[in-house]
Every structure is written in structure tokens, then in C-alpha cells.
């Protein structure tokens, strides 16, 4: 009982502490709340993704490996399955199906609003057991003409659950509802290495549907399997390869593996990357939180100094008389962890919908994650512990005669101040102040600094990372329209000689002012091991419309040459005069192609951060066996036409695949990313919140430390006006410092995550580094204006100041 | 000890001009639901060149007396008039700037700036003075309290009565024609004590005022002119009742 009461004399204690200092308290409890919370909501992220994504991948039986024949190419309906057969492998496969894919145009258009995309139409059995769809909305198309839509591409033109759309060569279909499929959970659009909901419509239709609508009928290109558990994947691969080859032998194919899907890769990728990401951040709020509470704890180990010395005086033991200080970071990381909870809960909620809205899953796992806020919890409760312990063990290890001394044996340190000894700088005494302050206290200078440094460094890292998307989009939206901001591509359903009908109507129609004819491969460029997949356009010898810009070398009018992005030269690591491999197709027949290996020069570099772009020229595509084939044409619009008249105009003609400006894809990948810019805006929004908290913590140590040297002051006669100048200018001086240190890590962190992070989940974008002046606008705002603002919350208390009280008051 | 009935009456030195008049001066607090009185009715006048000691027991009203003169508190009842200037009413812009220019404090506790050293500390008060040459000033200050050999130490790096010196050089500085001192040797040793009251009786005799308080008799005994306050109120006015002594002759 007698033991109980002692304990509770201490917790009293400490209670009483912590409400003197209760603003402060308060703010590091709130620093520590948010830092727990953005903590725990942050590092749910990866953990619910990757939770979602298995669920939504098992639940629509995706496909292990998928088997495309060369763009163009087709096979007769049966005729993949028995080669499937053929291979030996069915032991091995639980479900396959034969599909037809084929680009198209797609017009959905509705209540007055143009959305016309090119797109893809999927056609598969509709009781196939293998990369099925799930509806969000209406239902899965039975039979005839009806159609399904892919649900991303709908949600981002709100269009109804069914409708009616009109696709390539004018055919109109109605869709009976909007569905997932899992190689589109993440949409990507040919040529483009992510999210495409904006530009690219996915239309699934049963496959005799398909047929009709692509005019193959009996036809198909793509056989999607699923294999058994514990099948060797790898094995099978190579069993179907081989009977394909025999089965097709004039039909060049593609093999994609489950890992390899774009969605598939992006989505545990991105997982992955951003997950590093966030958990930087989630760090650095965290850390900032804990140089802010060693600040305050440290100043009231400080003030105790005295007490404590009495203590050890009357015999209390150091372990007993660190109880109090231990206790008040009991209650400031309690206050950090009650406040956790709901911030961790309002950003779980906020994160979730962010999650729903950048990748709607069929099956989305998004639980709050007790093992995660547990971690979080566990760090915002030792982390202020340990802020306790440095200045703890400091204060119970000074001999009690030290600690119990008054008067001039007790003067403070002038810390670092003698730095400055002979140093005259301009002003009176008074305005060296600040500065000498500043270096006064070197302990909470750099803790103080540290918490600004983290923030600016999230800030300056966060911004420049939608700074760097920005002008990485910038950069490949000016290429694409350089000469012409009104150019567009038109994309033929198949290839066709430079003389073909299509082209021809192409240029040709009203609204198109002048024409430019190109052949674009799906091909692979390969370098010694390296290998990387690109969409090799030729550009012709008259460029009227468009033409490359060259960063280094060119395309040589005579003989064959390859132009590549800076960013593929380098992942090949190859320059100027290196000869690289390119797999590419060519034609056998009017509806096959074979892959073939030709050897081109690189030539040439280009300035295009989107690496998959590579181009070469007449004689080039004559090497590759390809002359005189036409399946784009860059196009402008005719004085007096729009973009839009073009698009109209030319959809409804035979063999167009698609019409779309020549920017669509940046503008696609452009779409995605603003989704995820919310993510980083509010976080630089609460890292700005935070340094308010940082600085308000610092100012009212500080006003409380020095309220006799303030007293001092205003006996000789300086205004308050004048004393909370100086206030101001010390926060200043560090917020300024803290800016500046801040601003370098978070190049660093930004640098680290554009080389480490950013192209592992994006390989195809070759980001380009960038920080706007918005971003040290931002930085400045958040850790020098918010910083030097800070004193003058302590204006009140400064003006109430008891002057003859706080004079005498012997520390 | 009885209050006496008569208010005291107070013998005024040679010289007609008075730098302090207090004039039925009061100071009430409230504590909670009961009422303090600090002070109550006290009336003095100090001159130029005069050291007076306000002497009194822990309690006594004697700091607050001073904190009425320095103007770092204001009465509730009667009337200031230091270095000329009405300051029972003023503003509190008008008292910021009559502490600037009128009087001049040193502390107990000393109160030096810990980011500034010996020098910088001394060039404050003629810094907020606003006097010409602020550095010149504090140095030469700095020199009479015989503290030229220390003028780049900061506070911690010297001793307790070495600080006060700089604490009363900082006062000097600022060229006021009033000091204020309380308890100046309070936080020193006998020997160190000794020093500074040398230098306040020194300050005293160049023209200005000193007024000290203090609770030890012995201090009394150099003063020109004792003001004894007990409870708040005066009890008596006059020379040092146990005589006065050079400052060398004091022992406590």
C-alpha cells in the first residue's frame, strides 16, 4: 500500500508537469498522433494492395501463361488448342481458352460529350474457367451482338452501367454492363507501360461476337492458360512453344508469362515501390515528432535540474528520480497514441478510397491492420521514451552540489555563442541576439532544425516527385507535338502497301490537312543481355507532318539507321555507332507474320523520356523486310478543321483502328498520375502542419527558458515588439537552416527514388528530375515562413510577462 | 514593532531637484478572495548624488517600492514622478521608454544574457540607451568596474561577482541618471559584496541616484539617506541608525 502511494506520487507528479507545459504537450502529442497515424495508414498501403490483388487475381482465375500470335497474325479457331494438345502439357493445364484480340476504334459518346479511343475488343468463350470477368455494374454479355465494357475506362467517362457503342468500321453494339477482367485491373494501352482508362477502351465479347465485329470470322490470335497447382511452369512454356512451332509454323508468336502482364507486374511493383516510398515518409514524420519531444523533454529535464539535485541530496535514487521525467514521455506518448488512433483511421479511410479509386479490384482487402498500428504504436511510444533517456541520464549523473547551485556557479553555457566571440556583425547587440541564441543552445537548435529538416525534405521530395512526373510529361508531350500541337495518329487495322485504299481515304478525307505514313512495330531491341521491348516506327524521307528531334546523331537519309530514347540507350548501354539486334515481325502472308532478328545501327538519340519509342527510316525499314508498309499515318487537321472533326471523319472509314491524338498516351499516363498526386499533396499539406507544431514546440520552450532574459529586457526598456523580433528572427535564422538542409535531403530522397523506385515500377517513363520554384515556394512557406510565424502564438504571453516575479526567479 | 502614527517626513538633501518623488504611493494585490497590501502611503523623495538603502525584512514591501520607481509595476494608490516624469499613469509605450532612458537596474540574480559576452552584455545597456558609440561606452564601463581584462568572457566563464560587475556596467552604460539595485550583493560573498557596493557608492557620487535594497543592516550603514518599510509601510526615514561607516569598515 505504502508503495502504491509512493508510485502515485510520482504519477501526480508528472501529471502536474505535463499540465503546466500542457500546450506543449499537447502539440508533440498531436505531432506524435499524426506521425503514428500517417505511419500506420501508410504502411497498410502495400500490405492491402498486395492483399487485394491475390484475392482479385484468384478469384477471376487469371492466366498462368498467354500466347500471342505476331500482331496481324491469326490462326484458325482449334487450331492453339491442338497445339496444346499437341504439347503434352494438358496434364500440367487446368483451363485454356482460345481468344481473338484486336484493335479497334471506340466511339462512347453520350449526352453530347466526343469520347472516341482506340481500344481493344477481347473476344473469349463465355464459360471459359480461365480469365474471367467480374461485373460492376449490369451484366456479362450472352450472346449476339452484346458486348461488355471494361470498367475502368467507364468510370472515367461516368458512362452508364449499359449502353451503346460504336465501334471501328461504324458497327454499333450495345454493352450490357462494365466488368473487371485481371489483365486490365491496371489498363494499359499498346506502346504505353501504364494506366490507360482515359485513351483506351477494352470491349469483352463472347468470341463468335468478336469474330463478327473484327471480321475474322473462325479466326483467333491469343490463347490464355491456367495451369494446375505445382505445375513447372517453365516446362510447360516450352512444351506448348514447341508444338506451336510445329502447328503454325509460318506464324510468329509472344509468350507473356502471369509475372510479366503489365497489371500482373505493375501491381505488386508499384506495391513494392511505393511502399518504400511511403515508408520514408512515414519515418521522417515519425522522426520529426521525436526531435520535437527530446526538445521539450529535455527543457523540462532541465528546469527540474534543481529538484532533481535536491532529490539525490535527500538520497533518492537516480533510477527513482528519472521516474518523473519518464512519466510526463509516458503521457505525451499516450496523448501521441490516443490521437493516433482516429488520424490513423481518418488516413485508412482517405488512403482506401485513394486505393478504390487509382485500382478498383473485384476483391479489395483493405482491413485496419492491428499488427501494423501495433508497430506504429510501439514506436510513438518508445520513440519519446528514448527522447527521455539522453536528457535523463545527463541530469541524474551531475553530482548533487552541482545540480542544487544557484546564482553565478549555475550560469548557463553559452553553448556554441563563442563562435561567434569577435565576430561584429551589423546592429547593436540586440540584433546579434538571434543568432547568438541559435548557437546558444546547439542541442535543441539541431533537434529543432532536424524536425524542420525532415519536413522540408518530405515537402521538397513529395513536390518534387510531382514536379519530376510533370516534366517528364512535358518533356514527352513536346516531342509528340513538335511542328504541329494539333497532330494526330491514325492507326490501320492491318498493315497495307503505301498505295492502299485506307491510306489513301485517310488522306484524302475533308478535314485532314496534310498526311504522313509510317509502319509502327511491336518489336524487341537487344544488346548484348540486354533487351527491351519498343514500338519501332519508320519515319519516311518526306516528313511534312512530323519528325523526331534528334539529341544526338540522326537518321541518315541513305542508309539504315536506328533512333532510340536516351533512357533505351542507356538501359542497352549502347551510344552512337553501336549495332543492336531488333526481333521484330514480318509478314508471311495476309494474315500471318513470322519474328525475324535484323542488326540496325543506332544512329541516333532522342529526347523523348518514353524509353519504348525508337524509330528508323526507309532504307531501315527495308533492312527489316518491311518497305513500303503503312499501318499509321500522323495527320493535321485542315485549316478550318478540329481534332475532334478529324476523329469524326475518319472512324467511320474501313481498316481504322484507332484515331488519337499524338499525345494521347502522355495524356493517358498524365490521367493516372494526377490520382496519385493526391496522395503526395496531402501529405505535404500535413508535413506543413507539422512544422507549425515543430516550431510552435521550439517557440514556447524558448519562452518559457528565457522569460528572465525577456524580463531583462523589457527593465531596460526594450519594446516587446522588439524582443519578439528577435523571437522571430531566431526561428528564422533555423528555419532557414532547417530549409536549407532540408531542400539537399530532399533532392537526395528524391534522387534515390527516381533511380531506385520509379523505374522499377515504371520502366518505360525515363523521368526526367525536376524541382519547381512552387516546390521551394512551398518549402520555404513550410519551414521558414511557418517556422518565424511561430513566435507570435507566444505574443500573449509575452506581453503578459510578470516582470518583477520573473527577474528574481533564481534558476 | 508599532507603525507610527505620523507619516515619516523626509529630510531632503542640499540640492532643490529631486530625481524621485513618491507621493502616498499604494499597492494592493488580490490573491484569490483576500486583498494584499504590498505598500501603503509611502512618500519619498530621492536627489541627485544620494545612495539611499530601502532596507527591510523577506516581505517587507521593499522590492515592490523599487519595482514603483523602476516602473515595472504601477501603484494603485498615489502618485510617481521619477526623473521628471509623472509615470503613475502612463502608457505602457511611455513606461517602456522611460526604463530606456530614466533608470537603470541591477539584479540579485545578476540576469546577464548568456549569448553575450562580458562586453556585448555592457554594450547592451548603451545599446537600448540609445548612446552614441555604444562599444566605446561599455568598455570604458567595463574598465571602471576593473573588468578590461575580461571583456570577450561570456557570463558562465565568469565569477559570481565578476558577473554583477558586469551586470552594474551594463546599468552604467546606459547612462541613466537613476540606479536601481536589489539585493546587488545578495548572491555574493563578503569580500565580492564589498566591490560592487564600492562601485554603487562610486555611481552615487557622479551626479546620479542610487537607490539599493537590501535586508542586511550592515549594507545600511553607507548609505546617505535608510528608508526602513516594514509591512508595506515606511517606519522610518534618516541616516543609518547605527551610524555611518566607510565602506571598508563593514562587516557582516
Redesign the interface.
Known amino acids: 500500500m505504502r508503495r502504491w502511494h509512493r508510485q502515485a506520487l510520482w504519477v501526480r507528479w508528472a501529471i502536474r508537469d505535463a499540465r503546466r507545459h500542457r500546450f506543449q504537450v499537447l502539440s508533440i502529442a498531436l505531432l506524435l498522433g499524426l506521425g503514428v497515424g500517417m505511419f500506420t495508414a501508410m504502411s497498410s498501403m502495400s500490405i492491402w494492395r498486395v492483399d487485394s490483388a491475390d484475392s482479385s487475381f484468384a478469384a477471376l482465375r487469371m492466366h498462368d501463361l498467354r500466347f500471342s500470335l505476331v500482331e496481324g497474325g491469326t490462326a484458325r479457331e482449334g487450331e492453339l488448342r491442338t497445339a496444346l494438345t499437341r504439347s503434352g502439357a494438358t496434364a500440367d493445364v487446368a483451363a485454356a481458352a482460345e481468344r481473338l484480340v484486336v484493335p479497334t476504334q471506340v466511339d462512347a459518346s453520350t449526352g453530347g460529350r466526343t469520347i472516341m479511343v482506340p481500344g481493344r475488343i477481347v473476344g473469349a468463350p463465355a464459360d471459359g474457367d480461365v480469365d474471367t470477368l467480374a461485373a460492376r455494374g449490369g451484366s456479362l454479355p450472352a450472346a449476339g451482338t452484346d458486348v461488355a465494357l471494361e470498367h475502368n475506362f467507364a468510370r472515367h467517362y461516368e458512362l452508364p452501367e449499359t449502353g451503346a457503342l460504336t465501334l471501328a468500321g461504324g458497327q454499333r453494339v450495345a454493352y450490357t454492363g462494365q466488368v473487371l477482367a485481371p489483365e486490365y485491373f491496371i489498363v494499359t494501352a499498346p506502346g504505353a507501360g501504364f494506366g490507360a482508362e482515359s485513351t483506351f477502351a477494352v470491349i469483352f465479347a463472347p468470341l463468335a461476337t468478336a469474330q463478327r465485329l473484327a471480321g475474322k470470322p473462325g479466326q483467333v490470335n491469343d490463347m490464355v492458360v491456367r495451369l494446375r497447382p505445382g505445375a513447372d511452369a517453365v516446362a510447360v512454356q516450352r512444351q506448348i512453344e514447341r508444338a506451336l512451332r510445329v502447328t503454325l509454323p509460318e506464324t510468329g508468336f509472344t509468350v507473356t508469362t502471369r509475372d510479366e502482364e503489365p497489371a500482373h507486374r505493375m501491381i505488386y511493383k508499384d506495391a513494392e515501390g511505393d511502399q518504400q516510398l511511403l515508408d520514408i515518409f512515414a519515418f521522417l514524420m515519425l522522426g520529426a515528432a521525436t526531435f520535437a519531444a527530446f526538445n521539450l523533454i529535455s527543457r523540462t529535464v532541465e528546469a527540474q535540474r534543481r529538484e532533481i539535485g535536491i532529490g539525490m541530496a535527500l538520497g533518492v535514487p537516480p533510477a527513482q528520480l528519472a521516474r518523473r521525467p519518464f512519466l510526463l514521455s509516458a503521457q505525451i506518448a499516450l496523448g501521441g497514441l490516443i490521437l493516433g488512433i482516429p488520424v490513423g483511421l481518418a488516413a485508412d479511410a482517405w488512403l482506401e478510397g485513394v486505393l478504390e479509386d487509382f485500382f478498383p479490384l473485384p476483391v479489395v482487402n483493405a482491413a485496419f491492420q492491428p499488427a501494423v498500428f501495433l508497430q506504429g504504436a510501439a514506436l510513438g511510444l518508445v520513440l519519446p521514451l528514448l527522447a527521455a533517456a539522453v536528457p535523463v541520464r545527463r541530469a541524474v549523473r551531475v553530482a548533487p552540489v552541482e545540480a542544487i547551485q ?4 549555475a ?5 556554441l ?2 563562435m561567434l ?2 565576430l561584429r556583425l551589423p546592429g ?3 540584433a ?2 538571434p543568432l ?2 541559435v ?2 543552445t546547439p542541442r535543441r537548435t539541431i533537434m529543432t532544425l532536424l524536425g524542420i529538416t525532415a519536413v522540408v525534405t518530405i515537402v521538397v521530395a513529395m513536390a518534387g516527385l510531382i514536379d519530376s512526373f510533370d516534366a517528364t510529361l512535358d518533356a514527352s508531350r513536346s516531342e509528340a507535338l513538335t511542328g504541329s500541337r494539333d497532330r494526330l495518329t491514325v492507326d490501320l487495322a492491318t498493315a497495307t502497301a503505301a498505295d492502299g485504299r485506307a491510306l489513301r481515304a485517310v488522306t484524302g478525307a475533308q478535314s485532314v490537312g496534310d498526311g504522313q505514313p509510317s509502319l509502327r512495330l511491336e518489336s524487341t531491341l537487344v544488346a548484348g543481355r540486354e533487351r527491351l521491348d519498343v514500338a519501332l516506327e519508320t519515319v519516311p524521307d518526306r516528313r511534312p507532318v512530323w519528325e523526331p528531334t534528334y539529341e544526338r546523331g540522326a537518321l541518315p537519309a541513305a542508309r539504315p539507321g536506328l533512333l532510340i530514347a536516351r533512357s533505351a540507350a542507356d538501359a542497352l548501354d549502347v551510344g552512337l555507332g553501336d549495332r543492336v539486334r531488333v526481333v521484330h515481325p514480318v509478314p508471311t502472308g495476309p494474315q500471318t507474320f513470322r519474328l525475324e532478328t535484323t542488326t540496325l545501327p543506332v544512329t541516333g538519340i532522342h529526347p523523348s523520356p518514353l524509353r519504348f519509342l525508337a524509330y528508323t527510316n526507309t532504307a531501315g525499314a527495308a533492312a527489316l523486310g518491311v518497305p513500303g508498309l503503312v499501318n499509321r499515318i500522323s495527320v493535321v487537321p485542315a485549316a478550318g478543321s478540329s481534332a475532334e472533326d478529324v476523329k469524326a471523319e475518319l472512324l467511320p472509314l474501313p481498316g481504322i483502328a484507332g484515331v488519337q491524338g499524338a499525345a494521347a498516351t502522355t495524356d493517358a499516363v498524365d490521367e493516372v498520375l494526377k490520382e496519385f498526386d493526391q496522395i503526395l499533396v496531402v501529405t505535404v499539406a500535413i508535413a506543413a502542419a507539422m512544422a507549425l507544431l515543430i516550431a510552435f514546440n521550439s517557440t514556447a520552450i524558448n519562452a518559457d527558458e528565457r522569460t ?2 525577456h ?10 515588439g522588439r524582443v519578439m523580433l528577435g523571437a522571430i528572427a531566431e526561428a528564422l535564422l533555423i528555419g532557414a537552416l532547417g530549409t536549407a538542409v532540408g531542400v539537399v535531403a530532399g533532392h537526395a530522397v528524391l534522387s534515390w527514388v527516381l533511380t531506385t523506385t520509379v523505374p522499377e515500377t515504371m520502366p518505360d517513363l525515363g523521368i526526367v528530375s525536376a524541382v519547381t520554384p512552387a516546390t521551394y515556394g512551398v518549402a520555404v512557406i513550410s519551414g521558414i515562413v511557418v517556422v518565424a510565424a511561430a513566435p507570435l502564438l507566444t505574443l500573449g504571453r509575452l506581453r503578459r510577462t510578470d ?2 516575479g520573473s ?4 534558476e | 514593532m508599532p507603525l507610527p502614527d505620523a507619516r515619516p517626513v523626509t529630510p531632503a538633501p542640499a540640492t532643490d531637484k529631486v530625481l524621485i518623488r513618491l507621493e502616498q504611493v499604494g499597492r494592493r494585490y488580490h490573491v484569490g478572495d483576500s486583498e494584499v497590501v504590498a505598500l501603503a502611503d509611502v512618500s519619498l523623495e530621492v536627489r541627485p548624488e544620494e545612495l539611499v538603502v530601502v532596507l527591510g525584512p523577506s516581505g517587507s514591501g521593499k522590492t515592490t517600492l523599487l519595482n514603483m520607481i523602476g516602473a515595472l509595476d504601477s501603484p494603485t494608490e498615489g502618485r510617481v514622478v521619477v526623473a521628471g516624469q509623472d509615470i503613475t499613469h502612463a502608457s505602457r509605450k511611455e513606461l517602456f521608454a522611460f526604463r530606456r532612458h530614466g533608470v537603470s537596474f541591477v539584479f540579485q540574480t545578476f540576469n546577464l544574457f548568456p549569448a553575450l559576452t562580458a562586453l556585448e552584455n555592457a554594450e547592451f545597456g548603451a545599446d537600448v540607451a540609445e548612446r552614441p558609440d555604444p562599444r566605446t561606452v561599455a568598455v570604458e564601463m567595463l574598465e571602471r568596474v576593473g573588468l578590461g581584462d575580461r571583456l570577450g568572457h561570456f557570463p558562465h566563464e565568469l565569477s559570481g561577482g565578476e558577473q554583477q560587475r558586469v551586470g552594474i556596467a551594463r546599468a552604467l552604460a546606459s547612462g541613466n541618471p537613476i540606479l536601481l539595485a536589489d539585493e546587488p550583493t545578495g548572491e555574493l560573498d563578503f569580500q565580492t559584496g564589498v566591490q560592487i557596493l564600492e562601485l554603487l557608492h562610486a555611481h552615487a557620487h557622479t551626479g546620479r541616484a542610487v537607490v539599493i535594497v537590501t535586508h542586511n543592516r550592515e549594507i545600511a550603514r553607507i548609505a546617505d539617506r535608510v528608508v526602513e518599510i516594514s509591512s508595506g509601510r515606511v517606519v522610518r526615514v534618516g541616516p543609518p541608525e547605527e551610524g555611518q561607516v566607510e565602506i571598508s569598515d563593514l562587516r557582516w
Open positions: 544557484v546564482g553565478a556557479r550560469a548557463r553555457s553559452s553553448g555563442a563563442w566571440k569577435g547593436g547587440t540586440l546579434n541576439l547568438r541564441n548557437l546558444r528572465r532574459e524580463a531583462t529586457m523589457f527593465a531596460h526598456g526594450v519594446p516587446v516582470l518583477s527577474l528574481r526567479v533564481v
